[in-house]
Nanobody, 117 residues
Framework: QVQLVESGGGLVQPGGSLRLSCTAS????????MGWYRQAPGKQRELVAA???????NYTDSVKGRFTISRHNAKNTVYLQMNSLKPEDTAVYYC???????????WGQGTQVTVSP
C-alpha cells in the first residue's frame, strides 16, 4: 500500500514559477514510474511529465522547455519544477506512481495550481 502526498501548489502570476513535490510512503517495492498529471476544469486529465527509476523522462508538448521533472529515488520523492507559467497551466496536479506493467497504480490527492494576474 502506497500513499502519495503532493505539496507546492498555489496561486502564481503568469511567468512565475512553482515547484511541486510528491513523496511516497507506506510499504512498497521500487517505484519504477513516478509522474505528474493535471486536470483543468472541463478538460480531460493529461499526463504532464513522466519519469522512470532508470532515468528516462518525457513531457507533454505544451510544457516542454518550461517544466522539469526530477526524482530523488532514495527519498521516494518526485518533483516538478514549473517555470514560465501560463494561465492555461491552471489545473489540479496529481502525482502518480507505479511499477513496470502497472504504472498508474497509485494517485495523490491533487494540489491546485492557479496561474492568474
Amino acid at each position: 500500500q502506497v500513499q502519495l502526498v503532493e505539496s507546492g501548489g498555489g496561486l502564481v502570476q503568469p511567468g512565475g514559477s512553482l515547484r511541486l513535490s510528491c513523496t511516497a510512503s507506506g510499504s512498497f517495492g521500487r517505484l519504477y514510474f513516478m509522474g505528474w498529471y493535471r486536470q483543468a476544469p472541463g478538460k480531460q486529465r493529461e499526463l504532464v511529465a513522466a519519469s522512470t527509476s532508470d532515468g528516462n523522462t518525457n513531457y507533454t508538448d505544451s510544457v516542454k522547455g518550461r517544466f522539469t521533472i526530477s526524482r530523488h529515488n532514495a527519498k521516494n520523492t518526485v518533483y516538478l519544477q514549473m517555470n514560465s507559467l501560463k494561465p492555461e497551466d491552471t489545473a489540479v496536479y496529481y502525482c502518480n506512481a507505479g511499477y513496470v506493467g502497472n504504472t498508474n497504480l497509485y494517485w495523490g490527492q491533487g494540489t491546485q495550481v492557479t496561474v492568474s494576474p
